[in-house]
């Protein structure tokens, strides 16, 4: 057992702090900027809740974060009361967060300094994922610290594995969501074409998964697609914000990413139709209009 502090009580963070007490036998502490969210978090998990992130971290073995964005991350971590001025020497910070690889950098370069471990960490599997445990989670970091944290955050993982130094994670969530944009655009597009066609989209599917066409999203989301129902998972907003990292950081070392471009534009199409917290799969709306 491990004391551990978690940051953010979002969709994701909220399932993914419950299950390190639950699973993992941890005793947690709990910040969310809604003290409402920390409160119901601890009622249901009976951890305990931190007025700040310092407060959290203060004493942890570990910290795990989720928020939304870089400035968030930063504000966490290193704003005023944030978590790396409570943190102890020779702890480990995890950061779940779907970020920047430059700032998993700056807060290694940090934590570093400060004399604690920082492993980005940022994950795959949406809400039910989450839910489940059984996430995909890509590490970047130290050897010492993803060894340190692994067993941690095997409790919501159904994959962990360190891919390099810190920023690697990130990375690899990049490669992630750019594989992801293209296959849900190919498969909004084929199921528009089988209705054109006056083709049963269900037997389409139902026979095509079977072949080289299948995917995680053939399989978990043609059924609600076809029937014009987009809030079964990650929202365009959220996807549309991964999508711009992934398109800096190719600006950055000179990937060309042209469907992935076309992808996030056919999404801010999907935002001005009021689709802005639409699942990813609503790029089949776009095409229906």
Same mark, same amino acid.
């Given at each position: 057992m491990a004391k551990v502090a978690f940051?953010? $009580?979002?969709?994701?963070?909220?399932?993914? &702090?419950?299950? $390190? @007490?639950?699973?993992?036998?941890?005793? @947690?502490?709990?910040?969310?900027?809604?003290?409402?969210?920390?409160?119901?978090?601890?009622?249901?998990?009976?951890?305990? %809740?931190?007025? %700040?992130?310092?407060?959290? *971290?203060?004493?942890?073995?570990?910290?795990?974060?989720?928020?939304? =964005?870089?400035?968030?991350?930063?504000?966490?971590?290193?704003? *005023?009361?944030?978590?790396? %001025?409570?943190?102890?020497?020779? &702890?480990?910070? @995890?950061?779940?967060?779907?970020?920047?690889?430059?700032?998993?950098?700056? $807060?290694?370069?940090? &934590? %570093?300094? $400060?004399?604690?471990?920082?492993?980005?960490?940022? @994950?795959?599997?949406?809400? &039910?994922?989450?839910? =489940?445990g059984a996430l995909t989670v890509m590490c970047g970091g130290s050897e010492d610290a993803y060894a340190s944290a692994e067993p941690v955050i095997a409790a919501y993982a159904r994959m962990c594995k360190r891919l390099g130094p810190a920023g690697s994670g990130q990375l690899t969530k990049m490669v992630n969501q750019i594989c992801i944009a293209g296959l849900v655009e190919a498969l909004s597009e084929g199921i528009h074409f089988a209705k054109k066609a006056g083709l049963d989209v269900n037997a389409v599917v139902e026979t095509i998964s079977k072949g080289a066409a299948q995917s995680w999203q053939m399989d978990n989301r043609h059924k609600t697609m076809n029937d014009g129902k987009f809030d079964f998972g990650f929202a365009v907003e959220w996807m549309r914000k991964d999508l711009s990292i992934c398109l800096a950081e190719a600006r950055r070392n000179g990937a060309s990413l042209p469907v992935t471009a076309l992808v996030d534009a056919f999404y801010s199409e999907v935002e001005k139709m009021g689709g802005k917290r639409w699942d990813t799969s609503s790029l089949l709306a776009r095409l229906e209009r």
């Open positions: 940051l953010g $009580l979002g969709v994701m963070g909220f399932p993914m &702090a419950g299950h $390190l @007490v639950k699973k993992g036998g941890h005793e @947690v502490t709990v910040f969310n900027r809604t003290p409402a969210k920390a409160k119901a978090w601890a009622e249901k998990f009976g951890g305990k %809740t931190a007025p %700040t992130p310092q407060a959290a *971290a203060e004493g942890q073995d570990f910290v795990m974060a989720c928020v939304g =964005n870089d400035n968030d991350l930063r504000a966490i971590a290193l704003g *005023a009361g944030g978590a790396f %001025t409570g943190m102890k020497r020779g &702890a480990t910070f @995890v950061d779940h967060t779907t970020a920047s690889a430059e700032v998993a950098r700056e $807060l290694d370069a940090e &934590a %570093t300094k $400060l004399g604690f471990r920082f492993v980005d960490a940022p @994950v795959s599997g949406g809400q &039910a994922g989450a839910e =489940n």
